[in-house]
């Protein structure tokens, strides 16, 4: 680790938060070269749907070397990548699998999203692109103007509807609503200063934006919109694929079918692979329109067939979709009794907890007139923020916290626990375990991550009480520092 920092380059970011150096690991469980065991809710950041070297992972590797198959073949015909498309493609939604088509890119989700973006200004000789606020796509260009810490003219960004931080302080299915509105009269004013867009790219579910569903009206409305303008929809899945919501791909909660479907992360089985699928009427490209050399990763391609082969059979969409509401309930139940886990959110097995500063003022909300509860028992989590039912109705959030939040991981760490740090304001503690965790494991990250909470609680009291002390007047709060480029990059 010593070595690690006089040499490798000060970008590193999980390397600072988690010291461990890992030697084996297995399912949920990582240990490191001091003889630790962790239990990690990091899993690659999304990537590894089942866990760590699983063994029908390791036998569809194993497979390949053993058969002698050449490991590099640019982008040829193979029997592996043939299964790895068959597989793939029998997942897709209706109304793609039918009439799919699919690049492969460079072997990061970032390459797949630059393919999208290309792909859909060939297809429709435009070029601005519709993007949301909060958004991370990536960190190659193109991906990072469609990002949310970005300023582009070529990316015009929109609203993405949250209940707890709602840009229109009312939350739930009325600020959806609004969202939406707003992306209707940017493209329809002619003077709102946006051309006509060659995409609109959108995570179902935000992660690195802070583990943030997106209502499934929404979405509806997203589709409808795009569609009536003749405007391809880009759903970046490369989060939220492979059952991690609770559904194989987070686009089939509101049942809605996208042009574009940019993946990545999970499809791989854990080695790097990225795919762009589109509907046939788009293949617009020219021969090398689109190239890249390391665009036939076999081992991947086997690992990624096993793992969506792996995913289906088992019905792990489902299991994420029960566990996931599971470990919410829990969660919430937990925020009763600690005021500073503002707001409890996710879907499946993609679960964010926001931590806040009780003790400083809150904003106020205007009251909305007509607020419509949003759809709480569902799987669309909400938090107890402005939109929730039993939520002070016109208060707005504390303050994200994101000093509390770095010790709750750090005290998780210690606990033996890892997990992600995530949001806007980097206040977001982030839970992405396999689909494979059991029961019995999954009460083990709750209790390891109750008592970090406790603990960070504490300390934070503490040391803000003794700040009281040295400062009998209170400062005026600075905002914190939202992450930008150089922020936390994924
Ligand atoms: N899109 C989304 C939704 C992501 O979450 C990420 C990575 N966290 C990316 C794109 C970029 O993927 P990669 O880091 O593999 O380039």
């Known amino acids: 680790m010593r070595r690690q920092s006089a040499r490798e380059s000060a970008a590193r970011t999980y390397a600072r938060a988690l010291p461990i150096v890992p030697v084996r690991a297995r399912g949920l469980t990582i240990e490191g070269a001091d003889g630790r065991r962790y239990l990690d809710c990091l899993s690659g950041a999304g990537t590894l749907a089942l866990g760590h070297n699983h063994p029908v992972v390791l036998e569809a590797i194993r497979k390949v070397l053993d058969s002698g198959a050449p490991l590099h073949v640019l982008d040829l015909a193979t029997p ?13 939604p209706p109304g793609l699998a039918d009439r799919a088509r699919v690049q492969f890119c460079g072997p990061a989700g970032t390459d797949a999203v630059e393919a999208a973006l290309t792909l859909v200004r060939a297809a429709t000789g435009r070029t601005g692109v519709l993007a949301f606020t909060g958004a ?5 260009a193109g991906s990072l103007e469609a990002s949310g810490g970005a300023f582009d003219v070529r990316v015009a960004r929109l609203p993405y509807p949250q209940d707890y931080r709602c840009p229109f302080g009312v939350g739930g299915d009325r600020g959806a609503e609004l969202a939406a509105r707003w992306t209707e009269s940017v ?42 303008r003749s405007i391809p929809l880009i759903a970046d899945e490369v989060q939220t694929g492979v059952g991690r919501t609770g559904a194989f791909w987070a686009v089939e909660h509101s049942g809605i079918t996208p042009d574009v479907m940019v993946l990545s992360k999970a499809i791989g089985g854990s080695l790097p692979l990225a795919v762009v699928v589109y509907r046939d009427d ?3 490209w020219e021969p090398g329109a689109h190239a890249g050399t390391f665009r036939g990763n076999q081992l991947a391609m086997a690992a990624g067939t096993a793992t969506l082969a792996h995913v289906r059979e088992n019905r792990l969409a489902e299991r994420a979709a029960t566990l996931g509401a599971h470990l919410l309930g829990r969660l919430r139940h937990l925020a009763e009794d600690f ?3 503002g ?12 931590l806040v500063d009780p003790e400083a003022e809150e904003g106020e909300y205007e009251e909305a007139p007509e607020r419509e509860a949003p759809q ?11 939109g929730a039912p039993d939520a002070a109705p016109a208060r707005g959030p504390h303050p994200a916290a994101p000093g509390l939040a770095v010790a709750v ?4 760490l210690r606990r033996g626990l890892i997990v992600e740090l995530g949001g806007r304001h980097a206040s977001v503690v982030r839970l992405l375990p396999p689909l494979t965790i059991t029961d019995e494991q999954a009460a083990a990250v709750l209790d390891r991550l109750a008592d970090a909470i406790r603990a960070a609680a504490r300390g934070h009291a503490h040391r803000a009480h003794q700040g009281d002390e040295d400062q009998p007047t209170r400062q005026p709060r600075q905002a914190p520092e939202p992450p930008g480029r150089a922020g936390r990059p994924r």
């Open 409 to 412: 991981q750090r005290e998780c």
């Open 376 to 386: 709480r028992g569902s799987e669309v989590a909400v938090g107890a923020g402005p």
């Open 80 to 92: 592996v990548k043939d299964a790895f498309i068959t597989e793939l493609f029998r997942t897709l």
């Open 136 to 140: 991370y796509h990536g960190m190659t």
């Open 187 to 228: 493209l329809d004013d002619p003077k709102s200063g946006v051309r006509r867009p060659a995409g609109m790219i959108l995570e179902p579910v935000q992660g690195e934006g802070g583990v943030i569903p997106a209502p499934d009206t929404w979405m509806r409305r997203m589709r409808q919109i795009t569609a009536d």
């Open 282 to 284: 788009l293949d617009v």
């Open 343 to 354: 707001d409890v959110r996710g879907r499946g097995l993609m679960i964010g907890v926001e």
């Open 339 to 341: 005021p500073c886990m």
